[in-house]
T-cell receptor
Framework: DGGITQSPKYLFRKEGQNVTLSCEQN?????MYWYRQDPGQGLRLIYY???????QKGDIAEGYSVSREKKESFPLTVTSAQKNPTAFYLC????????????FGPGTRLTVL | GESVGLHLPTLSVQEGDNSIINCAYS??????FIWYKQESGKGPQFIID?????DKRQGQRVTVLLNKTVKHLSLQIAATQPGDSAVYFC???????????FGQGTILTVHP
């Protein structure tokens, strides 16, 4: 099956610890994205990558970091500098020919204790 | 600032009725407007998009209308079914890249 996988589904961390969220896609998409979703709110873009070894900051990049060493992988690190890291994190990908249609993973719910 | 937003946070309809979900936007420079559906505990799914030079676009049971004069976007769902219950987001894209800006969302509840 083609799609996007995120792991784990639920993640708990202590305050002050960095944590890395996994995102893998086998859709052969060039572009990948990370969004944050808070209760009752829309999605806010953290980082996005149009091509391997290149990425850009989104609207709320502070306290986050990413890498894009492989086309199929776009891991997100939530650092201790992120003030309110508890949220639902969604990864997505899209083809160059169809930027409007982003395919989303199931999400990772991060809780920082 | 520039934003995409929704008039109503919740909408309840009876099964079989038509639903209309509204969205206001503030940036006239947007090239595309897109609707996504998010079911509980899942990632959003693409529904339909419309280019800024169009007024209307139809899909399967859905129609998107764009009124650029008043900067208003709507999603019409015909013969709404319980499986349509979800949060619906409008989004807009302004550049040649895939960066989307999402609105707050409308919760649609369909009663059997």
């Amino acid at each position: 099956d083609g799609g996007i996988t995120q792991s784990p589904k639920y993640l708990f961390r202590k305050e002050g610890q960095n944590v890395t969220l996994s995102c893998e896609q086998n859709l052969n998409h060039d572009a990948m994205y990370w969004y944050r979703q808070d209760p009752g709110q829309g999605l806010r873009l953290i980082y996005y990558s149009q091509i391997v070894n290149d990425f850009q900051k989104g609207d709320i990049a502070e306290g986050y970091s990413v890498s894009r060493e492989k086309k199929e992988s776009f891991p997100l690190t939530v650092t201790s500098a992120q003030k309110n890291p508890t949220a639902f994190y969604l990864c997505a990908s899209s083809a160059k020919s169809s930027y409007n249609e982003q395919f989303f993973g199931p999400g990772t719910r991060l809780t920082v204790l | 600032g520039e934003s995409v937003g929704l008039h109503l946070p919740t909408l309840s309809v009876q099964e079989g009725d038509n639903s209309i979900i509204n969205c206001a936007y503030s940036n006239s420079a947007s090239d595309y407007f897109i609707w996504y559906k998010q079911e509980s505990g899942k990632g959003p799914q693409f529904i339909i998009d419309i280019r800024s030079n169009m007024d209307k676009r139809q899909g399967q049971r859905v129609t998107v209308l764009l009124n650029k004069t008043v900067k208003h976007l709507s999603l019409q769902i015909a013969a709404t079914q319980p499986g349509d219950s979800a949060v619906y987001f409008c989004a807009e894209r302004r550049t040649s890249y895939g960066k989307l800006t999402f609105g707050q969302g409308t919760i649609l509840t369909v009663h059997p």
